[in-house]
Nanobody
Framework: QVQLVESGGGLVQAGGSLRLSCAASGRTFSTYVMGWFRQAPGKEREFVAAISWSSSSTYYQDSVKGRFTISRDNAKNTVYLQMNSLKPEDTAVYYC?????????????????WGQGTQVTVSS
């Protein structure tokens, strides 16, 4: 069982930066692929980024490549999403997720474990 708690959301102007953090409980954190999904009002949930258990591989949605960076610290059971050059279209609730199946996360936008979500609002 993994419990996830996000923090770091907020209101920022376009072009600004935010860093989301996700603290995970559970002794097997390091064995999970971790990632972030987001959902804007009236839109479907979408994959944002994912990182393998060893941090050797990262994956991003095309629209955030070059602007967002996912990282993890297994010693602290924490995963991060650094978001730079934010745009109004990045406005959404961001969810930290965990799963042992990378394909589920990246292809099916599905995960076994979810955080409660944190709101990110980018003003123009």
């Amino acid at each position: 069982q993994v419990q996830l708690v996000e923090s770091g959301g907020g209101l920022v102007q376009a072009g600004g930066s935010l860093r989301l953090s996700c603290a995970a409980s559970g002794r097997t954190f390091s064995t999970y692929v971790m990632g972030w999904f987001r959902q804007a009002p009236g839109k479907e949930r979408e994959f944002v980024a994912a990182i393998s258990w060893s941090s050797s591989s990262t994956y991003y949605q095309d629209s955030v490549k070059g602007r967002f960076t996912i990282s993890r610290d297994n010693a602290k059971n924490t995963v991060y999403l650094q978001m730079n050059s934010l745009k109004p279209e990045d406005t959404a609730v961001y969810y930290c997720i965990a799963d042992t199946n990378l394909r589920a996360i990246v292809v099916r936008t599905s995960a076994d474990y979810w955080g409660q979500g944190t709101q990110v609002t980018v003003s123009s």
